[in-house]
């Protein structure tokens, strides 16, 4: 099993900045890459970006490029996502996911593990 805890959410305005962390624990080795996916009320869960842990190749969605960045830290088993610049529309709990792929992907399936979530709400 892989366990994936969410920090860091919180209520902002619109412009401002948070930084969300996921600790992964358990058995890691079995995680190859992370993502950040989110899900706001009554609507489908939308990739955000990923990035692997050996070579820390990145990927982000297009909604979020250039004002969100994913990075990870490998000796704490930690993935961090940089939200910047955030609007209304980024409201959402942000969820993070463990996949065996050893790529990037934004394919929900392709995630075996995921975390509880944490509430990002920002208001304008």
């Known amino acids: 099993q892989v366990q994936l805890v969410e920090s860091g959410g919180g209520s902002v305005q619109a412009g401002d900045s948070l930084k969300l962390s996921c600790v992964v624990s358990?058995?890691?080795?079995?995680?190859?890459?992370v993502g950040w996916f989110r899900q706001a009320p009554g609507k489908e869960r939308e990739f955000v970006a990923a990035i692997t842990w050996r070579g820390g190749e990145s990927l982000h969605g297009e909604s979020v490029k250039g004002r969100f960045t994913i990075s990870r830290d490998n000796h704490n088993n930690s993935a961090y996502l940089q939200m910047n610049v955030l609007k209304p529309e980024d409201t959402a709990v942000y969820y993070c996911?463990?996949?065996?792929?050893?790529?990037?992907?934004?394919?929900?399936?392709?995630?075996?593990?995921w975390g509880h979530g944490t509430q990002v709400t920002v208001s304008s």
């Open positions: 996911g463990s996949s065996s792929t050893s790529y990037t992907t934004r394919i929900s399936t392709n995630y075996n593990y």
């Open positions: 358990g058995r890691t080795f079995r995680s190859n890459s």
